[in-house]
């Protein structure tokens, strides 16, 4: 099993930042791809950013530019470095973690963007 918890999200003004935190324990050994996904209200559930194992990234087309996926190995944690952050970007976000064919999810965390 694989846990992920997230944190990092609230309010912020359009033009704002946010960083996130998805924090990984238990079976993390053999993870390789994590990321973040969101879901924002009256829409499914959408992929924003993922990095591999090797460093490897890549985003959505309506992120790229604004935001940052990270990963600090050594604290078995990987980040969101929202930039620019507009009100469509506001959704529930989640960080998720693949390990061999399972996925795993954090709980989620609201990201507000005001105008």
């Known amino acids: 099993q694989v846990q992920l918890v997230e944190s990092g999200g609230g309010l912020v003004q359009a033009g704002g930042s946010l960083r996130l935190s998805c924090a990984a324990s238990?079976?993390?050994?053999?993870?390789?791809?994590m990321g973040w996904s969101r879901r924002i209200p009256g829409k499914q559930r959408e992929f924003v950013a993922g990095?591999?194992?090797?460093?490897?990234?890549n985003y959505a087309d309506s992120v790229k530019g604004r935001f940052t996926i990270d990963r600090d190995n050594a604290k078995n944690t990987f980040y969101l470095q929202m930039n620019s952050l507009k009100p469509e970007d506001t959704a529930d976000y989640y960080c998720f973690a693949l390990r061999g064919l399972l996925k795993y999810w954090g709980q989620g965390t609201q990201v507000t963007v005001s105008t």
């Open positions: 990095i591999t194992s090797g460093g490897a990234t």
């Open positions: 238990g079976s993390i050994n053999s993870i390789n791809n």
